[in-house]
């Protein structure tokens, strides 16, 4: 890996791809960056080095992509992970939360063992938009009984204005996006 690989590279491996998966939606394509090892590596570490200053136990991550930044944390900071998955994926007891989409409703589930009553828990997704899944992984840990530590994202939209949902917490993003045609 180039040592001096910087985020304005790592950028360079994301894709804009107009109108998916609807009109007017402006979806940003991380499978380039996914499948340049270097600069995948330059991700993880550079969001590895944007969290070492919070203090955690644990990571939280939904699925499909925010598994994929939170395993590299968790492997990375020597934490477990914790899955935060769809209804009726995990095969324990299971604590929810819901949050708001467009048109309706969506739930994260996790273990109801793997959020103990005061873990500082890391949350960490690859992109943060209007701050919903976010919003539910906190709730997920604070009704457990855990603090969140931070969140994390390698991605943020800041016109759509996640970061707001997020008040109080500590939010790290390593890309940032102003527009929606950047």
Same mark, same amino acid.
């Given at each position: &890996?180039?040592?001096? &690989?910087?985020?304005?590279?790592?950028? /360079?491996?994301?894709?804009? $791809?107009?109108?998916?998966?609807?009109?007017?939606?402006?979806?940003?394509?991380?499978?380039?960056?996914?499948?340049?090892?270097? +600069?995948?590596?330059?991700? $993880?570490?550079?969001?590895?080095?944007?969290?070492?200053?919070?203090?955690?136990?644990?990571? $939280?991550?939904?699925?499909?992509?925010?598994?994929?930044?939170?395993?590299? =944390?968790?492997?990375?900071?020597?934490?477990? *992970?914790?899955?935060?998955?769809?209804?009726?994926?995990?095969?324990?007891?299971?604590?929810?939360?819901?949050? #708001?989409?467009?048109?309706?409703?969506?739930?994260?589930? +996790?273990?109801?063992?793997?959020?103990?009553?005061?873990?500082? %828990? *890391? %949350? +960490?997704?690859?992109?943060?938009?209007?701050?919903?899944?976010?919003? +539910? &992984?906190?709730?997920?840990?604070? /009704?457990?009984? @855990? %603090? %969140?530590?931070?969140?994390?994202?390698? !991605?943020?939209?800041?016109? =759509?204005? @996640?970061? #707001?949902? =997020?008040?109080?917490? /500590? $939010?790290?993003?390593? !890309?940032?996006?102003? /527009?929606? #045609?950047?």
């Amino acid at each position: &890996m180039p040592e001096s &690989m910087d985020v304005r590279e790592i950028e /360079n491996h994301i894709k804009t $791809v107009a109108d998916f998966p609807k009109s007017g939606i402006s979806f940003k394509d991380i499978t380039p960056l996914l499948e340049d090892g270097p +600069a995948l590596r330059a991700a $993880v570490d550079s969001l590895a080095a944007a969290t070492a200053t919070i203090e955690y136990d644990r990571i $939280v991550s939904a699925e499909a992509r925010g598994f994929v930044f939170g395993t590299a =944390l968790a492997y990375c900071s020597r934490k477990g *992970l914790i899955l935060a998955r769809k209804p009726n994926k995990l095969p324990r007891d299971t604590i929810s939360a819901s949050y #708001e989409l467009e048109y309706g409703f969506e739930t994260l589930e +996790a273990h109801a063992d793997s959020i103990k009553p005061g873990a500082r %828990v *890391l %949350v +960490a997704d690859d992109l943060l938009a209007t701050g919903g899944t976010a919003r +539910a &992984m906190c709730d997920l840990v604070e /009704n457990a009984g @855990g %603090v %969140v530590a931070g969140v994390a994202f390698l !991605i943020e939209l800041s016109y =759509l204005k @996640g970061r #707001e949902r =997020l008040i109080p917490y /500590n $939010v790290v993003s390593l !890309i940032s996006y102003d /527009n929606p #045609e950047d």
